[in-house]
């Protein structure tokens, strides 16, 4: 049995409760995944847009969504960023905060052009990734990336070699991409998705392609890869599962298909707890409960302060891995204006 964990909620046995129909919700416990939430490249990337607003002053602009995570979003608007589709939308000469997903040279080039001030927010393991696709490219390698269509961080790895690489969307992809030199190949992946199909993706790319070659290392971050695995031991003693994140979180849909796929009966996606559907707990004895990586803590302890009240107040923390990784902040915010060293350059919380 895993240790009961305080959130401050009590971890009284449940009472039970009813819905709508007036059928009686099973009286259970809540199986809290962790890790979960916020990761460091995220944490990162709020600070930076929240310090660029206290140095500069509002507006500060961002270019897309800093995160995707629509209450983040909103919380940085009421404190004066502005978010723009692209950099022509900006007043020259402005501070531009360019997101953690990373952009390609040619908006690099865009917002110098327009005069622009940028603050490069890109998680450092998305620049990990660009840096491996310029360098393949520049050894004349053909680079398959495996990611998603329209993805913002596809869109920015891409554009480092466009002319060099070519995006298998999926498993299904992976049996009808067609390559100019299949002796040549390298492949490298968008760091959100699930490791599963990723794997599944690259073994039938290399029983295509057999000299296929590996990155140096994993793309998929650890964040990502922790997130899934605490949700894989979760799984198969929840009856429901609900991930906490947007729509447009890649790792946060991607957590939904992991629970689904290794024995959650259910598993729905929600941005907040007024999303939560009491139906959706009928029957239920456990639920497990996890959140994408650029989901406030708060809007899980909102979930279980719910879910208590659906008589599922018994709160397990079931921890696979443990996580102490902090980015710096990027370069133009580590000084403060007299010059000294930011106490918050290294990132996280204080």
């Given amino acids: 049995m895993v ?4 959130i401050g909620l009590p971890l009284r046995p449940p009472t039970p409760a009813t819905v709508a129909d007036g059928s009686v919700i099973g009286s259970g416990r809540v199986l809290l995944a962790a890790p979960r939430g916020y990761c460091a490249g995220v944490d990162r990337a709020v600070i930076a847009v ?11 602009y961002v270019r897309k969504q800093i995160v995707h995570n629509v209450h983040v979003v909103k919380r940085l608007e009421e404190q004066g960023a502005v978010f723009v589709d692209e950099v022509d939308e900006v007043p020259p000469g402005a501070h531009i905060v360019f997101s953690a997903h990373g952009v390609s040279p040619a908006v690099v080039r865009a917002a110098a052009e327009r005069g622009l001030q940028a603050i490069d927010a890109t998680c450092p393991l998305v620049t990990k990734v660009h840096r491996e696709a310029v360098r393949f490219a520049r050894d004349d390698k053909q680079i398959l990336l495996i990611g998603h269509h329209g993805h913002e961080e596809v869109e920015g790895t891409m554009g480092e070699a466009p002319e060099r690489t070519i995006l298998v969307g999926s498993p299904e992809e992976a049996d009808t991409v067609e390559v100019s030199d299949p002796e040549n190949l390298v492949w490298l992946s968008q760091t959100t998705l699930s490791v599963d199909e990723t794997m599944e993706t690259v073994r039938r790319l290399r029983a295509r392609f057999p000299n296929l070659a590996d990155p140096p290392s994993d793309d998929i971050c650890y964040a990502t890869q922790n997130r ?7 799984a198969p003693d929840a009856d429901v599962v609900l991930v906490v994140g947007s729509a447009n979180s890649s790792n946060s849909v991607r957590l939904v298909e992991v629970a689904l796929e290794n024995g959650a009966e259910r598993a729905y996606r929600i941005d907040d707890a007024s999303e939560l559907d009491p139906a959706w707990l009928a029957g239920a004895g456990s639920v497990g409960v996890s959140s994408g990586a650029s989901v406030p803590e708060r809007l899980v302890e909102e979930l279980l302060a719910t879910l208590a009240g659906h008589g599922f107040g018994s709160v397990e923390e079931v921890r696979t891995a443990e996580e102490d990784l902090v980015f710096s902040l990027p370069r133009e915010l580590r000084r403060t204006a007299s010059g000294a060293q930011d106490p918050r350059a290294l990132g996280g919380r204080s």
Avoid: M, N, T
């Fill in 3 to 6: 240790p009961a964990v305080d």
């Fill in 50 to 60: 929240e310090k660029a607003l206290e140095r500069y002053g509002s507006p500060v």
């Fill in 228 to 234: 899934q695995v605490a949700v894989k031991k979760v």
